[in-house]
T-cell receptor, first 114, second 112 residues
Framework: DAGVTQSPTHLIKTRGQQVTLRCSPKSGHDTVSWYQQALGQGPQFIFQYYEEEERQRGNFPDRFSGHQFPNYSSELNVNALLLGDSALYLC?????????????FGSGTQLSVL | QKEVEQDPGPLSVPEGAIVSLNCTYSNSAFQYFMWYRQYSRKGPELLMYTYSSGNKEDGRFTAQVDKSSKYISLFIRDSQPSDSATYLCAMTSGGSNYKLTFGKGTLLTVNP
């Protein structure tokens, strides 16, 4: 049973560019959340997608946007990259039967902005 | 004041030691509490979750919650070198709030 898969694993971009990160949830899961983890920090909630809609958003600017597809996979897009966007981006999936006590995380995409 | 405070360590212990990891929080709306383990270059892995004050045990791990003091702990008995990782506490108010708020994480090294 494949867990949460993310691609690419590493990415290097320059300031001002745009990036798209991809996530396939664990089999049977219908909800995808995205988190940003800066070096030495805990993950910070970006947003959550359910039924192809953004259900909740954290304190991130509009440069961060997302999408969920009918097969439950998801993309995170970041426009106008800043140096401060360098971080590990984590995708987590769950089955919406209540609160997210059982989030399964992928290994993340390490984004470096130069 | 951050909503969740966690001592980042690092914490170094000998194999077989009992490890105590702690978090404090300020948001009284938090009702659900989790501990995640994160190995280097990997995503967090759920270890324990609880929603009531008191203790919950799972093998060598015990999660403790004291809502009156806004304080949670994770105890690891008979620690092993394979327990070396970063431990993250996380919490949420639940209901229609799907966001987990994490601590910074504590880096633990268990020495053989």
């Amino acid at each position: 049973d494949a867990g949460v898969t993310q691609s690419p694993t590493h990415l290097i971009k320059t300031r001002g560019q745009q990036v798209t990160l991809r996530c396939s949830p664990k089999s049977g899961h219908d909800t995808v959340s995205w988190y940003q983890q800066a070096l030495g920090q805990g993950p910070q909630f970006i947003f959550q997608y359910y039924e192809e809609e953004e259900r909740q958003r954290g304190n991130f600017p509009d440069r961060f946007s997302g999408h969920q597809f009918p097969n439950y996979s998801s993309e995170l897009n970041v426009n106008a990259l800043l140096l401060g966007d360098s971080a590990l981006y984590l995708c987590a999936s769950s089955l919406t039967t209540g609160w997210n006590e059982k989030l399964f995380f992928g290994s993340g995409t390490q984004l470096s902005v130069l | 004041q951050k909503e969740v405070e966690q001592d980042p360590g690092p914490l170094s212990v000998p194999e077989g030691a009992i490890v105590s990891l702690n978090c404090t929080y300020s948001n009284s709306a938090f009702q659900y509490f989790m501990w995640y383990r994160q190995y280097s270059r990997k995503g967090p892995e759920l270890l324990m979750y609880t929603y009531s004050s008191g203790n919950k045990e799972d093998g060598r791990f015990t999660a403790q919650v004291d809502k009156s003091s806004k304080y949670i702990s994770l105890f690891i008995r008979d620690s092993q070198p394979s327990d070396s990782a970063t431990y993250l506490c996380a919490m949420t108010s639940g209901g229609s709030n799907y966001k987990l708020t994490f601590g910074k994480g504590t880096l633990l090294t268990v020495n053989p």
